[in-house]
């Protein structure tokens, strides 16, 4: 009964901010959260806004590979 592959997948998410600008001098680190998603309802990509502690600001999170 049971299927193949999970309807509710683990992801990680990455600030974009961060990552586009080659993290802070000031800062050392890349903000990440870790959230689930239902893969039936939302196939594509998940962005979020979530704050991120190195930029000092609510930011878009994208999800990364893992």
């Not at 001098?25 to 190195?54: A, D, M, Q």
């Amino acid at each position: 009964m049971a299927k193949g592959k999970d309807v509710r997948i683990t992801v990680i998410l990455e600030c974009t901010g961060c990552v586009r600008n080659g993290v802070n001098k000031v800062s050392t680190g890349i903000s990440r959260y870790i959230t689930e998603k239902n893969r039936h309802n939302t196939p594509n990509r998940l962005e979020l806004r979530k704050f991120c502690p190195f930029c000092y600001k609510h930011t878009i999170h994208g999800e990364i590979k893992k």
